[in-house]
């Protein structure tokens, strides 16, 4: 709830700390006095739009904090604050600040950290609910209506999601699906051309590679012909040079025990006979390697250029040729084999769906009943609130299926006859301003609000008003704010009706005084004589009399 409001500089506010507590605090003062800006301070810090106009004249910047506690962060509240990375201690307070720069800038920061206003926009219909004369938002928003209800009803909304959420699962592998079947059966005959072509061809991992160095071998000995035709020439025949060293080594062979020179020269001499006949042996494998066969080269290029060629055609690697030629073979499996899934999928997605029927079937009926006792119960809270005339009725409506979805098959709004035999319509649409108010606190007292926002602040709801129907506002505002929060709720109404400031569990006035040219608004707690004071000031005008004085005890003893 809100716990403190500090102001500086907003207006005729030049400064201000009000700290506020749960249950009813209500808000009186002259005509004039500044209510409005109080309410529009805290709109700034709830995200509405910044306005350089809100800044005090002369001042620079004006600035809004509002301070939220909780005993434990509402999951909602919880959700954005991680979404927008903002960190916030258990038990902390929550710290939502505005400041509006006179030239119009803004900067807004949630536990001084910076953030955009679109958040603060966000929270704002989590921390506090506004209902005035020009109400546009809230229980008037139909947006909200089905929720409101479903509160009301306890209804099982978590499983109709869960079963939508698997119905969307269900019929989206469907569409799938189809669409590959659809996708595959267009394509078929060119996959059969496209298969046809690389099975004739056979490619196979690698074999580029080995082609390419193949070609690069046979057009290295096609340029080295002529030098390994002459190397052959050298080293072939009988008079090689090879054969001539052979030659010479039989014959110092025969006479190399004469003398040990010729010993070692013929050592020397089997060794070069040695290194030469190795010599030929490499040259000889050398030649066979770097043999050039004309047909085998342009065997071996033929076959390099389809593979290329195939490659270049499906968009991918050589070596990716074989896996092109397995998903192609797989497409025309899933054509053949596609109807048996289809019809497989086609099974789960109507049992999907028909979940769904069952549990959004429970919960549109959950609605209904809900909506008959919603019905009697705000229909017991118009006639003392002065719409005896007035019918409220909760309609629902059964959507077409293809606005279905995780909420169920049903719109909800509520609706209102202002006069026997009108029609019903939407509340903005048909109550005025006062009658719209009371609308709301008699809806919101039959809901005895569900899950709503942790501050309710009621502007002027008993204006045009007065006496006993004053009272019965005055008495369901207490009670809402005892209920609201299942007994820790805070509503704050700002009002001219002495029966419902009566009821206030904390009273603050908000006065204008001037001195010279400056003119501020200032806001104040008070205590018992001055609530008795300002209740009689409200029930007798300009002065206050002892009749009235006595009034205002009544008053306040009598709540």
């Not at 206003?117 to 989590?126: F, I, K, P, T, V």
């Not at 025990?257 to 070692?264: R, T």
């Not at 060794?271 to 006949?277: F, G, L, M, P, T």
């Not at 169920?408 to 009108?422: H, K």
């Amino acid at each position: 709830m809100l716990t403190r409001l500090s102001i500086r500089n907003v207006v005729l506010i030049e400064a201000l700390d009000l700290d506020f507590a749960g249950g009813l605090g209500v808000l009186t003062g002259e005509t004039g006095a500044g209510k409005s800006i109080l309410l529009d301070a805290l709109g700034l810090a709830l995200g509405v739009r910044a306005d350089s106009g809100l800044v005090r004249s002369g001042a620079d910047q004006a600035s809004v904090t509002a301070s939220f506690e909780f005993d434990r962060l509402p999951a909602a509240i919880s959700a954005l604050l991680a979404e927008a990375e903002v960190d916030v201690e258990p038990g902390e307070p929550l710290l939502i600040k505005r400041r509006v720069k006179a030239d119009g800038g803004s900067k807004a920061f949630v536990n001084d950290q910076p953030v955009g206003a679109a958040l603060l926009r966000e929270l704002s219909g989590h921390l506090v609910e506004l209902h005035g004369q020009h109400d546009d938002r809230g229980l008037v928003n139909p947006r909200g209506h089905r929720l409101l209800l479903d509160r009301f009803a306890g209804a099982d909304v978590a499983g109709v999601e869960a079963a939508w959420s698997a119905w969307r699962d269900a019929r989206a592998a469907l569409e799938a699906a189809r669409n590959r079947i659809v996708k595959a059966a267009e394509d078929r005959d060119l996959l059969l051309a496209h298969l046809a072509e690389l099975t004739a061809l056979e490619p196979e991992v690698g074999e580029e590679e080995r082609l390419a160095e193949a070609r690069a071998a046979m057009q290295k000995g096609e340029k080295l012909t002529d030098d390994l035709e002459a190397l052959r020439v050298l080293w072939a025949g009988s008079d090689s040079a090879l054969a001539t060293l052979r030659s010479a080594a039989r014959r110092l062979d025969r006479i190399a025990e004469e003398h040990p020179l010729l010993a070692e020269a013929l050592s020397a001499l089997d060794r070069a006979v040695i290194e030469a006949s190795e010599a030929e042996d490499k040259l000889e494998r050398a030649a066979e390697a770097l043999a050039h066969d004309p047909a085998a080269l342009d065997r071996i290029e033929t076959r390099l250029f389809d593979l290329r060629a195939a490659a270049r055609k499906h968009q991918c690697q050589v070596d990716d040729l074989p896996h092109r030629m397995r998903e192609m073979r797989s497409s025309l499996d899933a054509i053949e084999g596609g109807e048996a899934e289809v019809h497989g999928l086609e099974t789960a997605e109507q049992a999907a769906l028909a979940a769904y029927r069952d549990k959004a079937g429970a919960l549109s009926a959950a609605r209904r009943e809900a909506a008959g006792r919603l019905d009697t119960a705000v229909a017991g809270e118009l006639a003392p609130l002065k719409l005896d005339a007035a019918q409220f009725q909760t309609a629902i409506t059964t959507l077409a299926e293809d606005r279905w979805g995780p909420s169920g098959m049903d719109s909800v709004e509520f609706l209102i006859s202002t006069n026997p035999g009108a029609p019903f319509a939407p509340l903005a649409k048909i109550a005025s301003g006062g009658e719209l108010s009371r609308f709301i606190l008699a809806l919101k007292v039959a809901l005895a609000e569900e899950g709503g926002a942790a501050t309710v602040i009621f502007d002027e709801i008993d204006r045009g008003v007065g006496g006993a129907v004053a009272s019965a506002i005055g008495e369901r505002l207490a009670r809402l704010a005892a209920n609201n929060g299942q007994g820790s709720g805070q509503l704050l109404a700002v009002t001219h009706s002495p029966q419902v400031a009566a009821r206030g569990q904390q009273h603050y006035v908000i006065a204008k005084s001037s001195e010279g040219t400056v003119t501020r608004t200032s806001v104040h707690l008070l205590d018992a004589g001055g609530r008795q004071e300002e209740i009689a000031r409200m029930l007798s005008g300009a002065e206050v009399t002892a009749e009235a004085r006595a009034q205002a005890d009544r008053l306040l003893e009598g709540v």
